[in-house]
């Protein structure tokens, strides 16, 4: 045998939860469910039963048993699919999923908070290393055309203050050599100096990608 598939009930409220665990059973071992362990801690071990639902022999059919018994039972406690890797939150409510990521922002600023300088260098060199070379989105993916108007909307009828382009420019000033800074330069299009790209586009009635192409012949420009 390779492993075994469990259930354990709260006794008293009837509330379950469904794992896997490799090996013999363990009548002690109860779950590692996040939501589990805060019950555990509330009623105490002596009010939970466990009890073995099947057993198998490879990890593969360990893997899909526990997926296919939680989505058909469908287990109070658990909130991930099963299996194993994946979305560990799928099956929580957003109420909890907030509380989760509220957390983890906190912890992750904490710890931003207590590393030196040279540390923090080296985290976000660590974090470039590994997102370099994989998509963002899958293989072969493209925007429908619902998403595409969204996008053209929100372009057209994103409004700033002028203290947020005077910012921007600021920053921007810092970092030469970098593309996006030229979205922060004044644009004259038609005789009309506007502050930014955004802006021209925006009043315009234009997209940027046609901008672009206006100031390659010519029509448009960076103002001076």
Sequence with gaps: MFGYIYETTNLVNGKTYIGKKKGEFDKTYYGSGMILKQALNKYGKENFEVVVISTYDTEED???AEILFIETRNPTYNIA??????????R????YIQEVMSKRKQGMSNAWRNLSEEQRKQWCENISKAKKGKATRP???KHSEEVKQRIRESNLNTTRPDSWYDNHSKAMAKRKGVPNAKCFKSVEVNGIVYKSVNEACEKVGISRPTLYKWMKKGKANYAS
């Design 62 to 64: 360990l893997n899909n």
């Design 81 to 90: 699919k099963g299996g194993t890797g994946g979305n560990t939150l799928a």
């Design 92 to 95: 929580a409510d957003e109420e």
């Design 139 to 141: 293989a072969g993916y």
